[in-house]
């Protein structure tokens, strides 16, 4: 990407949420306060009568935590992301983690207040949550207490969540540290030599023409990994150790806590799991295509994300730039609702996204909610590639997702991964859809392979790292997790998962995918096929009803941030999703797309 495009891709404004960074007064004071705050509410925690005795008390403290909530979520997510802009600045990595560590404080409020309400009897529990003054609460409540026979008894509780911060979090601040100081030698076109450079800046990498420069990085990538093997593995091991003791101690599988915190029936996930496979020959037969259209007997890890062949002329309507990619996600954005058009220009206008290269960016994408303001902030960096317009469409959506909940109680806007992910890959399917009117032809087997990619990134690319993270807690109990062993257990799943589609494989992966060092959610891969499926399905619904569909769909979008799945699915769209037949329903399109490309390419190569 040239300079003049890389500065044409904005970066972002934090000053309306703190004027001036972590160093300046207006967080310094808002942290101090917050601090008071927390201690305050601690106290009136532990001044708390029984909840028999006085009930009202209980709806004094649970409507102070959600106060304070909002005030330490606003302070964690600008820290973070300004952290995330420039992984390199000690002083905002030190601001998130003490951020990170107030929150933690925080979650002990909480303690004595679920306690109370775990253990109440049905008709107590009632009585409580039909109060007038939790009627912003009630359905939340209702939705946690499904799952509370999933929880620890108070001191139990208590004393994990004191824990959390030094046996699980700082592993995970740990890995981050690495991760954000990783430099990568490589050599790119127009390089006189290697030269260090953060994994964000080689991200467009994977999509280039040429397959030495995809190799080359791959290697690169892989390398650099591999110099902080010992590092990953232990914090890994701590991590997943620490949950496997805790769920042990439950008497609950792996599994428990992350369907119960996305509000999703174990059930579904069944469901989900025995639908996907069905679709694997296909998907593989997409993959040997695309090795043929590549001029190899099969694929290679490194060309997962590699364009298709093609002329320079087809690039002509797709200019790369970041101004007409904005142009194209707005646009896609009004053929469904004019609103979440206007939204995405007001994001980019107003200073919420980040897209800009540069040395010291974490790699990814991702969206935050700023509460503080009722807005979000979008960090993600620019290529001029079709898989960064679709990542700028995908962030986009869960920013109108937020919009739309920032709409409701603060109470109602806790959306879960799972259901999060519907929104996302809901705008990049309106991106999808308006490039594949307007595109050359040329230009709209690119877009079509584009999105078939997705359901291999999504239906096995997820599907690995689920597999994977399943097998860590066997792994666990047999001893240390040792580099080498998790090397074999990543390759050996993807040789599983994707069979004789691929040559070579990327063992190194249990390093460089985050998702698996997150402190406070296992398993945070399945949701992106739940929600991919699960929004191909409300897609297709949008196509069918037209304009008539913009309230369903908003609707749903605010039921996500307080109901469990199977409930908002059944309520807004009249689907039963733990049944197998909803998902293989929601695979029919992208079975069209791969076999509308099989035929489009057959006579090339019969």
Not at 237 to 253: F, Q
């Amino acid at each position: 990407m040239s300079d003049e495009e890389a500065q044409a891709a904005p970066s972002w404004d934090m000053d309306p949420v703190y004027e001036g960074g972590v160093q300046a007064d207006p967080f310094v004071q808002a942290y101090a306060d917050a601090q008071q705050a927390v201690a305050d509410l601690l106290k009136q925690v532990r001044d708390l009568p029984s909840f028999d005795e006085d009930a009202g008390a209980y709806s004094a403290a649970l409507r102070q935590i959600e106060r304070v909530s909002q005030i330490v979520g606003a302070l964690i997510g600008f820290a973070n992301c300004t952290h995330a802009a420039k992984t390199s600045d000690v002083a905002a990595r030190d601001a998130a983690q003490r951020a990170r560590h107030l929150g933690s404080r925080l979650a002990d409020a909480s303690v004595a207040v679920d306690a109370a309400l775990d253990a109440a009897s049905d008709e107590v529990f009632e009585a409580f949550v039909t109060r007038p003054e939790l009627a912003d609460f009630e359905p939340a409540l209702r939705s946690d207490r499904r799952s509370r026979s999933l929880r620890l008894a108070r001191s139990e509780r208590a004393l994990s969540t004191s824990l959390f911060p030094h046996a699980v979090a700082g592993w995970t601040q740990l890995y981050q540290r690495t991760a954000g100081a990783l430099k990568v030698h490589v050599a790119l076109p127009g390089d006189d030599a290697p030269r260090p450079r953060s994994p964000s800046e080689l991200r467009g990498a994977a999509s280039h023409r040429d397959p030495a420069v995809r190799e080359r990085v791959f290697h690169a990538v892989a390398e650099a990994w591999r110099g902080e093997r010992d590092t990953c593995a232990m914090a890994l091991d701590h991590i997943t150790g620490a949950r496997d003791a805790l769920n042990r101690h439950r008497g609950v599988d792996e599994l428990a806590d992350t369907c119960a915190y996305n509000r999703v029936r174990p059930e579904t996930l069944d469901a989900l799991w025995s639908a996907v496979p069905e679709l694997d020959e296909l998907l593989r037969a997409y993959l040997e295509r695309k090795a043929e259209l590549l001029g190899k007997p099969v694929l290679d890890w490194w060309d997962l994300s590699a364009p298709l062949p093609q002329d320079d002329s087809e690039d002509e309507w797709l200019d790369g730039t970041f101004t007409s990619g904005i142009q194209l996600v707005e646009d896609s954005f009004r053929t469904f609702d004019p609103e979440m058009a206007r939204f995405a220009r007001h994001a980019v206008a107003e200073g919420w996204v980040d897209a800009a290269p540069r040395p010291s960016k974490r790699a990814g994408g991702f969206c935050a909610r700023m509460p503080s303001v009722s807005q979000s902030r979008i960090l993600m960096t620019w290529s001029p590639t079709l898989n960064t317009h679709f990542t700028l469409a995908h962030e986009l959506g869960h920013a109108w997702h937020n919009h739309t909940l920032f709409e409701g109680p603060s109470p109602r806007r806790r959306v879960r991964s799972a259901t999060a992910e519907t929104a996302s890959t809901f705008a990049e399917a309106l991106l999808r859809d308006h490039l594949l009117t307007q595109a050359p032809e040329a230009l709209r087997l690119r877009i079509l392979e584009n999105e078939i990619r997705s359901g291999v990134s999504y239906l096995l690319g997820v599907r690995v790292s689920y597999q994977f993270e399943r097998g860590l807690y066997g792994m666990v109990r047999e001893g240390p997790l040792a580099p080498d062993a998790l090397d074999e257990a990543m390759a050996r799943t993807q040789q599983q998962v994707f069979g004789s589609s691929m040559r070579t494989h990327g063992p190194h992966r249990w390093q460089s995918i985050l998702h698996f060092y997150m402190a406070t959610r296992s398993f945070y891969n399945w949701p992106y096929t739940f929600g991919y499926l699960f929004s191909t399905a409300v897609h297709a619904m949008a196509r069918e009803q037209g304009a008539s569909f913009v309230p369903r769909y908003r609707e749903l979008l605010a039921q996500t941030g307080y109901a469990w799945a199977e409930d908002a699915a059944e309520h807004c769209l009249g689907v039963d999703l733990s049944q197998p037949a909803f998902w293989r329903a929601a695979m029919q399109p992208l079975e069209g797309h791969i076999r509308t490309f099989l035929d489009a390419t057959a006579q090339a190569h019969p």
